[in-house]
C-alpha cells in the first residue's frame, strides 16, 4: 500500500545551518507529494508541494524535489532560524484526496 | 473566510461516554477528511468524505462514525469513547484542479479519555 517514511526526529541544529529532512514514500501510481509544518499547538500547514517527477517545490527558503527514480522528496533549507523549530511532515496523495502522512520529524534550532 | 474550524478545542470524557467534534469549512470544498494523531505516529485517516452524502472509512476507522449531510460540515462521532481514542483530531478539507491537490487543515481538537 501507499506509506510515507521519514527519518526520525528530533533534529537539533544551530541557527543559519543546513537542514536535511528525508523523506521516501511508496505509491502505487504517480502520487503528488507535500510538506506540512506544524507549529506548537497549531494544526498542518502546507509548506511546499510538487506535483510530478522532477519538480521543485519551495517556499520561505524550504525546497525539496521530486525524485521518482529514488522515490524521495527530501526536505532541504541552506540556514535554518530559531523560528523553524517546528515538527515537519512528508505527504504524499493520487487517489481521491487520500493523503498519507509520514511520522513527523521534529526540528529544533538553538540561537 | 474562517476556513476549516473546529469545535471545541478541547475535551475530557469517561470511557463510555460519546460525543460529537465539530467540523465547518466555508471553501466549498469537495473532500473532507478526519485524522487523529499521536506521538510518533504522524497523522492517521479516520474517515474522509468526497462529496455531501458520500464518505468512506481510512487507516482506522472503529470506533467512529461520520456523515456528510452538507458540503460545509463533517461531523465526527465517537460512539463509546476508549482510552484508547486519547489524542488530538484533525479534520481537513481540500479541493483537486487537475494535478493539484490542496488541503487546509482545522486548528484540532485535544480529546483525552479516562
Known amino acids: 500500500g501507499d506509506s510515507v517514511t521519514q527519518m526520525e526526529g528530533p533534529v537539533t541544529l544551530s541557527e543559519e545551518a543546513f537542514l536535511t529532512i528525508n523523506c521516501t514514500y511508496t505509491a502505487t501510481g504517480y502520487p503528488s507529494l507535500f510538506w506540512y509544518v506544524q507549529y506548537p499547538g497549531e494544526g498542518l500547514q502546507l509548506l511546499l508541494k510538487a506535483t510530478k517527477a522532477d519538480d521543485k517545490g519551495s517556499n520561505k527558503g524550504f525546497e525539496a524535489t521530486y525524485r521518482k527514480e529514488t522515490t524521495s522528496f527530501h526536505l532541504e533549507k541552506g540556514s535554518v532560524q530559531v523560528s523553524d523549530s517546528a515538527v515537519y511532515f512528508c505527504a504524499l496523495v493520487y487517489n481521491f484526496n487520500k493523503f498519507y502522512f509520514g511520522s513527523g520529524t521534529k526540528l529544533n534550532v538553538k540561537p | 473566510n474562517a476556513g476549516v474550524t473546529q469545535t471545541p478545542k478541547f475535551q475530557v470524557l469517561k470511557t463510555g461516554q460519546s460525543m460529537t467534534l465539530q467540523c465547518a469549512q466555508d471553501?466549498?470544498?469537495?473532500?473532507m477528511s478526519w485524522y487523529r494523531q499521536d506521538p510518533g505516529m504522524g497523522l492517521r485517516l479516520i474517515h474522509y468524505s468526497v462529496g455531501a452524502g458520500i464518505t468512506d472509512q481510512g487507516e482506522v476507522p472503529n470506533g467512529y462514525n461520520v456523515s456528510r449531510s452538507t458540503t460545509e460540515d463533517f461531523p465526527l462521532r465517537l460512539l463509546s469513547a476508549a482510552p484508547s481514542q486519547t489524542s488530538v483530531y484533525f479534520c481537513?478539507?481540500?479541493?483537486?484542479?487537475?494535478?493539484?491537490?490542496?488541503?487546509?487543515f482545522g486548528p484540532g481538537t485535544r480529546l483525552t479519555v479516562t
Open positions: 481537513a478539507s481540500s479541493y483537486t484542479q487537475g494535478n493539484s491537490y490542496e488541503q487546509y
Open positions: 471553501m466549498n470544498h469537495e473532500y
